[in-house]
């Protein structure tokens, strides 16, 4: 059972530097819109439902000026009648238009809810597929996409950028469709009652064009920048709580506030920017808007003074005009709206299209059992292409045997570890397990033939049970604790609260570094594998705790094929082969005596590791105290 570090480790983990300088790239809106609205194209019967209710919402609503525009005139003359003695106000036919008002409206207002409870389900299900397919890339995804991106900058997509797609389609596509029925129905109306008053009230779309472009065009590059400085931070803040202690212990708040600082500093300069501009929409377009409103008075004034026109029409235009131009300055608001949200859905689409891992093969290799033969055949590996990390390695691992691989910092030997694993695929060479190249087979199987005791321990906030039981998931409580007492974890969680149940909380801080090795060690115990990864798989724990974990983990690789990556050489000696790495090749390789014999890279990396002859025999006559075969 595979288990992986909390923080990625591998090269290049630049933090939160890595992705900089994406918002100084042009966002292709054209591009991002169309691929939502793909995504929009499995909703077409709720969508069409939609701009149905829209319509006829709209259609109730722009009827309703017309009609008590004859309220108007109607008032108009009764009261004229009055003055001049020749009649009166009917109220009778005023109050009949009054109630049809009343039914308009109403109307109106029920499709209009309708209408928003349908897209609502249409935004929350849209969300729901980002989230399932972010969800699943992040299982897919080669870990080298992690090595250079930080797990707030993953976050930040799947929270920030998600939501921003969801308030959109939840609430700008609605007011988009029924803002363009809008303009298209006053339009109308507008010209059934006076051609020449439509022709003014037009005059001042070109100058509204004109200002909504300008705008449009300075603001776009602000709302891609602010995105991706919100995952700056979010990256930043998600990076130092994960490793507040480390930070705290080497001083390190000033620098940290400092890169904080930095990040938010930009976020707020681009956020201030893109909110600046986009405000200005509103007050320069009511401006223009208003100048609109007198050329209409003045003119409608002019022509009701040669009967042209009634008051009621003059009335009813007015608030055609408003509601002509309420929706153009709603779209050119909206506009901000869907430059953010193109900037949300375009680091969602780029996300889902990185490259994933190499494909599984069509035909892979299925094995009931597994005898643990492992051959490098010269393998060569470099994290990038012209940067070798492994140049020319070639070994052989017999079944059953423990293979120890050591070297000085930098030689590779984790890099073996990620290639064995299928971390990584190596440029060239192979691999074999059981004489199959092992991307013959598919990697969950793979895996499942491996288990991993790392340097860097991971644990999740749940139960101690559940954390051992992640080693194998249909295991039995019963197998749980046996793993437990082979591990000697059991003798320690009988000392804690609530003991197998108690939960370790999300910094894991309610444990010691050497009890998480031990619970990471009883997992794969409990995983049972048949070929064993051990990365220094005891250096967090004290020199007693270590000689209980050196007899269970010897016990464990009795009949499976071990890997020790060992930075103690002392703890090695037994190794069946040992694999002396340097630059990238093994430059020695053999049983612990044959390679001091040989008084080479070995013996003087063994030698350098004690100051005196006799702390040697003191650690080697220690080893023989600890290897002897437990009770």
Not at 263 to 270: A, K
Not at 351 to 367: D, G, R, S
């Amino acid at each position: 059972m595979m288990m992986q570090p909390r923080r990625g480790q591998g090269p290049g983990h630049g933090g939160p530097m890595a992705a900089m300088h994406k918002g100084d790239q042009a966002r292709n809106f054209k591009v991002t819109m169309i691929k939502l609205a793909q995504y929009l194209s499995g909703y077409k019967l709720k969508i069409s439902i939609v701009i149905i209710f829209a319509i006829a919402s709209t259609v109730f609503n722009i009827i309703g000026p017309k009609v008590l525009g004859n309220a108007t005139t109607a008032l108009f003359n009764g009261v004229m009648a009055e003055i001049a003695g020749t009649g009166s106000i009917d109220f009778t036919y005023i109050g009949r238009i009054l109630l049809i008002m009343l039914v308009l409206y109403v109307i109106s207002s029920i499709f209009a809810y309708l209408m928003g409870w349908i897209m609502a389900g249409v935004s929350t299900d849209i969300s729901y597929r980002f989230r399932q397919e972010i969800a699943r890339k992040i299982n897919t995804l080669p870990l080298s996409y992690y090595d250079k991106t930080t797990q707030g900058e993953v976050l930040s997509r799947i929270t920030n950028d998600v939501d921003t797609v969801n308030q959109t389609l939840s609430q700008s596509l609605t007011q988009i469709i029924t803002s363009l029925i809008t303009v298209v129905g006053a339009l109308v109306m507008m010209l059934s009652i006076s051609w020449l008053m439509t022709l003014v009230a037009l005059v001042v779309i070109p100058l509204t064009l004109g200002v909504v472009t300008v705008i449009v065009s300075r603001s776009q590059i602000y709302f891609k920048e602010q995105q991706d400085y919100l995952g700056h931070v979010n990256g930043h803040v998600e990076e130092m709580f994960g490793g507040h202690r480390v930070m705290k212990a080497f001083n390190g708040e000033e620098r940290s506030i400092a890169q904080f600082e930095e990040y938010n500093t930009t976020l707020y300069g681009v956020a201030w920017k893109s909110q600046f501009l986009s405000g200005l929409m509103m007050p320069v377009m009511g401006f223009i808007g208003n100048l609109g409103y007198v050329a209409v008075v003045v003119m409608g004034s002019y022509l009701t003074v040669r009967n042209a026109i009634t008051v009621g029409d003059i009335q009813a235009f007015i608030q055609y005009v408003r509601m002509f131009n309420q929706p153009l300055m709603q779209l050119a608001n909206i506009s901000n709206v869907l430059q953010q949200t193109a900037a949300a859905a375009e680091r969602v689409f780029e996300f889902l299209e990185e490259p994933e891992e190499v494909k599984e093969t069509e035909n892979p290799v299925e094995l009931e059992a597994l005898r643990g033969h492992v051959e490098f055949r010269n393998v060569r590996f470099g994290y990038e292409a012209d940067k070798p990390v492994i140049h020319n390695l070639s070994a052989v691992a017999e079944p059953g045997q423990k293979v120890a691989i050591v070297g000085p910092t930098g030689a590779g030997k984790t890099t073996i570890v990620k290639l064995l694993m299928r971390f990584y695929d190596v440029n060239d060479g192979a691999i074999l397990v059981d004489g199959y190249d092992i991307r013959e087979f598919r990697r969950q199987d793979l895996r499942r033939w491996f288990g991993m005791v790392l340097q860097d321990t991971w644990l999740y906030n749940d139960t101690i049970m559940e954390n051992i039981r992640y080693g194998r998931p249909t295991a039995t409580d019963e197998e749980v604790f046996a793993a437990a007492r082979a591990a000697h974890v059991d003798h320690f969680v009988h000392t804690l609260p609530d003991g197998y149940e108690m939960v370790i909380n999300e910094e894991t801080t309610n444990i010691s570094q050497g009890q998480m090795q031990l619970l990471t060690i009883a997992r794969a115990v409990l995983a049972d594998p048949k070929i064993l990864i051990l990365d220094e798989a005891t250096s967090s724990v004290d020199t007693r705790t270590e000689i209980l974990i050196q007899q269970a983990m010897d016990r464990l690789m009795v009949g499976r094929t071990s890997f020790i990556i060992a930075h103690r050489l002392s703890t090695i000696r037994n190794a069946d082969l040992i694999l002396v790495m340097r630059d990238g090749d093994i430059v020695e390789q053999g049983k612990h005596q044959e390679l001091l014999d040989r008084d080479g890279f070995y013996a003087e990396l063994y030698n350098s590791q004690f100051e005196h002859a006799g702390e040697v025999e003191e650690a080697e006559a220690g080893e023989e105290a600890y290897l002897l075969p437990a009770d």
